[in-house]
């Protein structure tokens, strides 16, 4: 009352007086829960840099252990990285925010077959991030007999020298290839069918790491590894005696992309770092620390010679590959296969 009698008098008076402003408003964060070694820091830099926003970075192993953290309620997120079947079970579960394309004008950089997938058809809830393969890593120096196929990596003349991802789903695929049953085609039957040769594979392994597989087989503590083709990648660009191969019987293809929770109290934000790491240039950058297959057709246009022919990064051929699709309570009956026969 008495500031608006002050403001009276002074117009009485014929003195004018400056408008009086709020405090700005300090900007909210931006909390990406990611996978770990998948963000290079120099982007999440610059979009600090461009935007002002600070971003609160947490990691994760594994599309499950995200999952249970998320679901779980037990921290809020703004924008998370699943893989494809994942963004499927959380479309499902209504536990995504629709995005606001506007917000998006890069998403016009994505090259066409990375648009409207089907583990979300009407481009609604995700935006690809990097795509890759899962694949065999082969010392050459140290391994001189030919390696086509999951297979020929367990055979038994590898034991203890061998390093694989620490993912249940993605082992139990495997298994399932070398019986030519699909990675999708998952039930108790053939759950069944992979037991035995999971009871053989498993001790043979010296190493799980789905963080960082290539440490392992840089340091020489093991010959062969199946693991991320953006961590073959990285190995072949440092020695070509890493070479990288699709296995014969099949081989995931996995999409990572972007995606807000439901809630997210930050989805504008989110939508920003997401419009920002489809520039060109920031999602070459991306390439480069993480070369994996990138779906920004042009952001490749920015990459070089070298890049564009590591053979894990983009493999030449017609590889078979294959996505994973949701598969509902199965997935704990996998984690319960995988845990029980490591513990043996």
Not at 57 to 68: D, F, I, P, Q, R
Not at 87 to 92: D, F, G, P, S, V
Not at 98 to 124: R, V
Request: charged share 25%.
């Amino acid at each position: 009352m008495k500031m608006i009698r002050l403001l009276l008098s002074c117009t009485l008076l014929g003195i004018t007086v400056a408008p009086i402003h709020a405090a700005p408003k300090k900007k909210a964060g931006l909390n990406l829960f990611c996978w770990s070694e998948y963000v290079p820091q120099e982007v999440i830099d610059g979009f600090t840099k461009e935007t002002g926003i600070k971003v609160n970075v947490e990691n994760y192993a594994s599309n499950e252990e995200m999952l249970a953290k998320l679901l779980a309620g037990g921290a809020k997120y703004d924008l998370i990285q699943p893989s494809e079947y994942t963004i499927e079970a959380l479309a499902k579960a209504d536990k995504l925010e629709p995005l606001n394309l506007d917000s998006i004008p890069n998403i016009k950089n994505l090259a066409p077959e990375f648009t409207k997938m089907p583990h979300d058809p009407e481009g609604k809830y995700s935006v690809p991030w990097m795509a890759g393969s899962v694949g065999i890593v082969v010392n050459t120096a140290k391994v001189k007999t030919p390696i086509t196929g999951y297979k020929d990596v367990f055979d038994g003349s590898h034991k203890k020298r061998i390093v694989v991802l620490n993912d249940n789903r993605e082992i139990v695929s495997w298994a399932l290839g070398s019986l030519d049953i699909s990675a999708n085609d998952i039930t108790p039957e053939n759950l069944e069918k992979v037991k035995p040769i999971l009871k053989e594979w498993l001790p043979q392994v010296k190493v799980y790491d789905s963080d960082s597989p290539k440490t392992a087989l840089l340091n020489g503590d093991v010959d062969l590894g199946i693991v991320w083709s953006g961590e073959a990648a990285l190995l072949y660009k440092k020695n070509k005696k890493f070479q990288y191969v699709i296995p014969s019987e099949h081989a995931h293809r996995f999409i990572d992309s972007l995606a807000i929770p439901k809630g997210a109290a930050n989805k504008e934000n989110a939508e920003k770092f997401i419009n920002y790491i489809l520039k060109p240039e920031v999602s070459a950058k991306i390439s480069e620390a993480f070369p994996y297959t990138n779906p920004n057709a042009e952001a490749r246009k920015l990459l070089s010679k070298a890049q564009l022919d590591n053979p894990a990064s983009y493999p030449p051929g017609d590889p078979k590959l294959e996505t994973f699709k949701d598969i509902g309570k199965l997935a704990k009956d996998i984690d319960k296969l995988v845990t029980d026969l490591k513990g043996k």
